[in-house]
């Protein structure tokens, strides 16, 4: 993967201003539908990513799930502990990569969801694009996409720098998971913008939002409206989906109950939908003053 600024003659930036982590042509992940989920810091990024994968799962898709936080807590509730992440192994082999063994940093969980967590640079040392890229090489070296229908990038936090958009390089669709309130969806109309430019150069579409957290959907049903892209699903704010974490477990394995069901009902409806195919959503993003001044309450 390359540096490269928009003067350098190579194929034109993300945006203006853009220095961007290009993917190598090399690096493109074949055969497997491949999904990128965003969204605000904290909206529950990690627990969508899981229980969609073991949707995925359960209807007999083989999944590879890929954790790109330095916190390395995508996949715990489908692994039930906190794995070693990509950057850590290779440390331990001075960055040799052709040392590594695939069980030194692919796990196995809930349902067969295969599980990596990609890690992260230390604070302010470098960039998680570089982080995203080296996961798939050696995911590639490996052939372990080979034998995978859908990968999952769960990646941290609001798109902050063209590092952590790395993913969208690789992913057929994007998706943005929101709660009903100003912040996030702010951060959306970022996230949303971050995905167009990616869009230029790359076969990434938007697919869409999934409220989460909320028991309305008002003001991102507005919000969408606005800037023309789906609403793909409804979690609702159930205390049921926060003891799932606490409990280090999926939906899926809680016990049945009305809230649960209907949960689980809703991810197995959304992996059936993104399987089958969703429309790439052509949404128009405002600008940050203009959605300042659209949410909100008179």
Not at 235 to 260: A, G, H, Q, Y
Request: proline share 4%; with cysteine; hydrophobic share 40%.
């Amino acid at each position: 993967m390359n540096l490269h600024t928009p003067n350098k003659g190579f194929r034109r930036a993300d945006g203006e201003g853009s220095v961007q982590v290009q993917l190598d042509p090399a690096d493109k992940i074949k055969g497997a539908k491949v999904f990128a989920v965003y969204g605000k810091g904290g909206i529950g990024k990690s627990t969508t990513s899981s229980n969609l994968s073991a949707a995925f799962s359960k209807l007999g898709h083989r999944v590879l799930q890929i954790g790109c936080d330095p916190k390395h807590d995508s996949t715990f509730t489908l692994t039930k502990k906190l794995m070693p992440t990509v950057i850590d192994v290779l440390e331990t082999v001075e960055f040799h990569s052709e040392e590594l063994r695939p069980e030194d940093y692919m796990f196995e969980g809930y349902n067969g969801v295969m599980c990596v967590e990609a890690g992260g640079p230390p604070a302010g040392t470098g960039c998680g694009g570089y982080v995203v890229g080296q996961t798939v090489k050696l995911l590639k070296q490996h052939h372990l996409l080979e034998d995978t229908d859908v990968v999952i990038f769960d990646v941290l936090g609001d798109v902050v720098c063209g590092g952590f958009a790395a993913p969208l390089q690789h992913a057929e669709r994007a998706v943005v998971v929101a709660a009903n309130d100003f912040d996030s969806i702010f951060a959306m109309n970022r996230i949303v913008q971050a995905i167009g430019a990616k869009s230029k150069n790359y076969d990434v579409r938007l697919a869409g939002v999934v409220a989460n957290r909320s028991r309305a959907t008002d003001e991102i049903d507005r919000f969408c409206d606005a800037v023309g892209m789906p609403r793909l699903a409804h979690f609702r704010d159930v205390d049921e989906i926060r003891r799932s974490r606490l409990k280090k477990c999926t939906l899926f394995e809680m016990p049945d109950s009305p809230e649960v069901i209907q949960a689980q009902d809703e991810y197995m409806r959304l992996a059936a939908m993104l399987w089958a195919g969703v429309e790439p959503s052509i949404a128009a993003p405002m600008k940050d003053r203009d959605i300042f001044d659209f949410l909100g309450f008179e």
